[in-house]
Structure formats: C-alpha cells, structure tokens
C-alpha cells in the first residue's frame, strides 16, 4: 500500500490535524538528531503550537540558548548569507533555471545548424529553402569553426 498524495492545505478536521501535527512533530525532531549526530552540525528546533501554552524547545533550552548565540555572535553578512524568505528563494530558482533554458536553446540552435551542415555535406549541396536567419546563423558558425581551426594550428605550429 503506498502513500497518498498530501494537498498542501489547513487540515478542517482539528483531530486529525493534531494527531499529523504530532507525527510530523515527532519526524522533524527525529530527522534534526540525525542531522546532528551523522553531519556533526550544530542545530536546534524551536516549536510554536496551539497545542501547548509555551514553546517546545529541542534539544534542550539551554543548548538551544547556545545556538542561538553563537549565530547571534557571527558577522552580519555570515548571518544573512543564507538566509531566504519565499520570494528570494523561487527568484533565485528562477533566475537559474532562466539562464539554464538559454544556455539549452543556444546549445538547440547550434545543434540544429551543425546537423544541417552534416546533411548539406552528405547531399554535397545547401539546401536553398532555408531562410535568411538561417543562412547568417550558418555563416556565422562557420567563421567559429574557422577561428578555431585557424587558433589549433597557430597552437601546434607555436609548439
């Protein structure tokens, strides 16, 4: 039996949504100690429910109050430098995977081009029912092809 597929909402049922609280609780908590313990990281959980009048504090209060100092005791910029609210973090993301698509579509292009090279050299002809844009694309990918050939002899002439 697998697991179903959890929507990401306030669960109505305040039973039910004790009882996950509890649970998720439990596996957060467990998921922090193994953090700590395999990685050798300091770490520590605060816990804010309507479930309990004051916090939960994990590992201890008073380790928890050292960790909180001695990230309170580091440089600004070291403190920040992490540090992602929602927005900044799905701009980033986005931003990355932006420049990852170009560099994709770019590398597309090239391809194209290239292959269409191999066919016009296979045919021993170029095909005339490109357009313009094409036809630039194409002479521009020559004169690369060309520097770079020109760039390893002068290379292996110079050695």
């Known amino acids: 039996m697998g697991r179903q597929m959890v929507k990401h909402e306030l669960i109505p049922n305040e039973a039910a949504r004790k009882v996950t609280f509890k649970k998720r609780k439990a596996g957060l908590l467990k998921k922090l100690d193994e953090l700590t313990t395999l990685c050798g990281v300091i770490a520590c959980a605060i816990i804010f429910s309507d479930y309990r009048t004051s916090p939960e504090v994990w590992p201890s209060h008073s380790q928890a109050v050292?960790?909180?100092?001695?990230?309170?005791?580091?440089?600004?910029?070291?403190?920040?430098?992490?540090?992602?609210?929602?927005?900044?973090?799905?701009?980033?993301?986005?931003?990355?995977?932006?420049?990852?698509?170009?560099?994709?579509?770019?590398?597309?292009?090239?391809?194209?081009?290239?292959?269409?090279?191999?066919?016009?050299?296979?045919?021993?002809?170029?095909?005339?029912?490109?357009?313009?844009?094409?036809?630039?694309?194409?002479?521009?990918?020559?004169?690369?092809?060309?520097?770079?050939?020109?760039?390893?002899?002068?290379?292996?002439?110079?050695?």
Do not use: G
């Open 66 to 159: 050292s960790v909180l100092e001695k990230f309170k005791n580091l440089p600004p910029k070291k403190q920040s430098k992490y540090m992602l609210d929602q927005e900044s973090f799905l701009t980033r993301n986005i931003s990355k995977l932006t420049e990852k698509l170009e560099k994709l579509k770019k590398k597309n292009e090239r391809m194209e081009l290239e292959l269409i090279y191999a066919e016009s050299i296979a045919r021993s002809k170029v095909d005339s029912s490109k357009n313009s844009k094409d036809k630039n694309d194409s002479s521009n990918l020559l004169e690369e092809y060309l520097e770079s050939i020109i760039t390893k002899k002068n290379k292996s002439e110079d050695q």
